[in-house]
Every structure is written in structure tokens, then in C-alpha cells.
């Protein structure tokens, strides 16, 4: 599969990223089917966090996949802490003690990136440095990043954290897109112009910040995906139209929109279905014109200025 520079990191990763967040909905043979899929289509970037079925998912993964050390070295692997049950939490306490958890559930002395999951107010932006420090320096964090956040977030971490911030993982997709949206509508009075995120599009641009789009099939906060759903017409019909063109599904089109963005996008699907997960992979090798990624956005029921 294609691949891309993660951030301003060395490390080069395909552009479409497999997220695990559901894989405990599969019995054994099928996460072990679904995995080795996966290599074999070179999606060989995982996406995890400590929370995903409390745990479990992580597990079944590093059984799926038969962790061993020569495995290991063929994969990338990601997770995320910081989220806890009523609370956010980056402590430095609890950062170490995640990742602790996180690479005993996963069979390994290393995670090639960790994410801080969502922003915790009560960040002290020393602690996250003490800690990335230390995971940096016993080799247990190789690269770091962040989710959920916006630039003075992200900022106020760099004030004291002194490795680059590679990624930052954003619910992103054509029906909730309002990060683009509000750049088409600078200063206007519509809801469009609204700026909701500080322009976290721009700033992971500007300072080579590789998006990782989460949830790239749902509309809303998981309220169900938006391919062939009677909900969105107008956008099924444009998707379905330039899929035919094309020769590919609708689902290889919706990641095609994201990757056609130049912001260096990694989208991180959620798919456990096989046929979905090879629909998604071949996004890599399309490049939507102009023009279609436009019609597309207007179909969605955005309207440009
Ligand atoms: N950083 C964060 O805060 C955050 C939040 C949420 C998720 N994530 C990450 O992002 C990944 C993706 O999230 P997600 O799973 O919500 O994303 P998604 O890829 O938008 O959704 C996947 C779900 O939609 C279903 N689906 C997709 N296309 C479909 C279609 N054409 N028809 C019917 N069902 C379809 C899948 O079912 P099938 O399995 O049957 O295909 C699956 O249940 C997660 O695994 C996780 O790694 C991160």
C-alpha cells in the first residue's frame, strides 16, 4: 500500500491505518483471518487504545496475530491513553502506567506511537514531558502524539514536551467535516463559518502534523454510517456515481475524499469486514479530481460561499 512520512517522523506508515477499536466483535478465527488479511494487503499500522473493550481488544489482537519478536518487527503499532471511567487523565502517573498496561496486553517492549486519547484540562504540560521523556529514554515509546485536540492544546503541551507531536487522530468524514467547512466561510455570518477546533486543519499542516481521520464511514458521535443511508441521497447517489466510474465501491470512494486532501491524511478505519477492509485499501491507489472531491463535498449538503 502507499505510504506516508508519519508527522515529521522518519517513520513511513501506509496511509490507511486499521483500527482495532472493534475487533472483539469477531471470534477467534475471524480476528486471526481479519489480521493476517490485513498484512497481506500491507495494512500492517494497528491502531489500538487501552480502553478499546477495556482492554480485551489489545488481547485478542496480540493472540489474532501471533505476537512473537519477528512479528513484531513486521507491524506498526499504535495506542492511546488518558481517557478514564468520568475523567481524563494525563498524570504522568497514569500515562506511565498505561503504557505499562498497553504493551503487556500487546506482547511487546514497544509501541512505534502513543497518542494521549482526549484533551484533560488538568494537563500539567511538565508531567507529560517527565513522562514522554522517560518512555522515550527506556525505549518503550518510539514516536508521540495526540487525538481530540486543537492548536492551543496542542501548543500548551509543546510548551514543555520536547518530542514532535507526529499525529493527531480527529473524527473526520464527509458528513462531519466541519474542520474544512469553516475554512470555506472565514468571517462570514452562517453556522458554516463557525470555527470549532481553532483550525486544526491548518495548524497540522503547517506544522507537518499527519491527521489520522477517525469513524470515516459514521455521521455524527456513531450515530451510523452514511453509505447507503436513506438519511444522505444526494451524497449516496454523487459516491455511487463516481464509484462506477471509477470500477470501485462506494466504500473506496469515502476514503479516497479523505486521502485526496492534501494534509497528509491517515484515515483509521473501523471495518472488521473483509470485503470492506480490501475496499478501503484501494483508496490508496485513487486519486479523486478536483472537481469530484467538490461534488462530493456539496453533496454532503455543504453549500461554498
Ligand atoms: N481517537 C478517538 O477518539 C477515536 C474514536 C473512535 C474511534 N477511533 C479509532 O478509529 C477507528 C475507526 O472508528 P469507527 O469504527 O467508528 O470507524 P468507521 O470505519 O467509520 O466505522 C466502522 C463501523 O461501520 C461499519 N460500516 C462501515 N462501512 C459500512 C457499510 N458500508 N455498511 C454497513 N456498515 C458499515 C463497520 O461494520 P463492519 O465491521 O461490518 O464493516 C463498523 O461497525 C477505531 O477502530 C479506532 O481505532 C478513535
Given at each position: 500500500?502507499?505510504?506516508?512520512k508519519?508527522?515529521?517522523s522518519?517513520?513511513e506508515?501506509p496511509?490507511?491505518?486499521?483500527?482495532?477499536m472493534r475487533?472483539?466483535s469477531?471470534?477467534?478465527?475471524?480476528a486471526?483471518?481479519?489480521?493476517r488479511?490485513?498484512?497481506?494487503l500491507?495494512?500492517?499500522?494497528?491502531?489500538?487504545?487501552?480502553?478499546?473493550?477495556?482492554?480485551k481488544?489489545?488481547?485478542?489482537?496480540?493472540?489474532?496475530i501471533?505476537?512473537?519478536?519477528?512479528?513484531?518487527?513486521?507491524?506498526i503499532l499504535?495506542?492511546?491513553?488518558?481517557?478514564?471511567?468520568?475523567?481524563?487523565?494525563f498524570?504522568?502517573?497514569?500515562?506511565?502506567?498505561s503504557?505499562?498496561?498497553i504493551?503487556?496486553?500487546?506482547r511487546?517492549?514497544?509501541?512505534?506511537?502513543?497518542?494521549?486519547?482526549?484533551p484533560d484540562?488538568?494537563?500539567?504540560?511538565?508531567e507529560?514531558?517527565?513522562?514522554f521523556?522517560?518512555?522515550?529514554?527506556?525505549?518503550?515509546?518510539?514516536?508521540?502524539?495526540?487525538?481530540?485536540?486543537?492548536p492551543?492544546?496542542?501548543?500548551?503541551?509543546?510548551?514543555?514536551?520536547?518530542?514532535?507531536?507526529?499525529?493527531?487522530?480527529?473524527?473526520l468524514?464527509?458528513?462531519?467535516?466541519t474542520?474544512?467547512?469553516?475554512?470555506?466561510?472565514v468571517?462570514?455570518?452562517?453556522?458554516?463559518?463557525?470555527?470549532?477546533?481553532?483550525?486544526?486543519?491548518?495548524?497540522?499542516?503547517?506544522h507537518?502534523?499527519?491527521?489520522?481521520?477517525?469513524?470515516?464511514?459514521?455521521y455524527?458521535?456513531?450515530?451510523?454510517?452514511?453509505?447507503?443511508?436513506?438519511?444522505?441521497?444526494?451524497?449516496n447517489?454523487?459516491?455511487?456515481?463516481?464509484?462506477?466510474?471509477?470500477?470501485?465501491?462506494?466504500?473506496?470512494?469515502?476514503?479516497?475524499?479523505?486521502?485526496?486532501?492534501?494534509?497528509n491524511?491517515?484515515?483509521?478505519?473501523?471495518?472488521?469486514?473483509?470485503d470492506?477492509?480490501k475496499?478501503c485499501v484501494?483508496a490508496?491507489?485513487i486519486r479523486?479530481?478536483?472537481?469530484?472531491?467538490?461534488?462530493?463535498?456539496?453533496?454532503?449538503?455543504n453549500?461554498?460561499?
Open positions: 500500500m502507499r505510504k506516508i508519519l508527522g515529521t522518519s517513520l506508515v496511509v490507511v491505518a486499521v483500527g482495532c475487533i472483539n469477531l471470534d477467534k478465527q475471524e486471526e483471518r481479519f489480521v488479511t490485513s498484512l497481506e500491507g495494512a500492517n499500522f494497528f491502531d489500538h487504545a487501552d480502553i478499546y473493550g477495556a482492554g481488544c489489545e488481547e485478542i489482537f496480540a493472540d489474532a501471533g505476537m512473537s519478536p519477528s512479528v513484531r518487527e513486521g507491524i499504535q495506542s492511546k491513553c488518558g481517557i478514564r471511567p468520568g475523567r481524563f487523565d498524570s504522568k502517573e497514569h500515562i506511565l502506567a503504557v505499562d498496561g504493551l503487556k496486553r500487546l511487546t517492549d514497544y509501541l512505534d506511537v502513543l497518542l494521549l486519547h482526549r484540562t488538568l494537563v500539567e504540560p511538565e507529560v514531558a517527565e513522562a521523556d522517560q518512555l522515550e529514554r527506556s525505549g518503550k515509546v518510539r514516536h508521540f502524539g495526540v487525538s481530540n485536540q486543537n492551543m492544546q496542542i501548543q500548551l503541551l509543546k510548551k514543555a514536551v520536547k518530542q514532535p507531536i507526529v499525529a493527531n487522530q480527529l473524527q468524514s464527509i458528513t462531519n467535516s474542520m474544512i467547512s469553516q475554512g470555506f466561510n468571517n462570514m455570518e452562517n453556522d458554516s463559518a463557525v470555527n470549532r477546533d481553532g483550525s486544526v486543519l491548518d495548524f497540522c499542516r503547517l507537518d502534523i499527519t491527521i489520522q481521520p477517525w469513524s470515516p464511514f459514521q455524527g458521535f456513531f450515530e451510523g454510517v452514511f453509505l447507503d443511508n436513506d438519511k444522505f441521497p444526494e451524497l447517489a454523487k459516491i455511487n456515481e463516481i464509484a462506477a466510474k471509477y470500477g470501485v465501491s462506494n466504500t473506496t470512494i469515502a476514503i479516497a475524499w479523505l486521502l485526496r486532501h492534501p494534509a491524511m491517515q484515515p483509521v478505519i473501523g471495518t472488521m469486514n473483509i470492506r477492509l475496499d484501494k490508496a491507489d479523486l479530481t478536483r472537481e469530484e472531491w467538490y461534488e462530493i463535498f456539496r453533496a454532503a449538503g453549500v461554498l460561499p
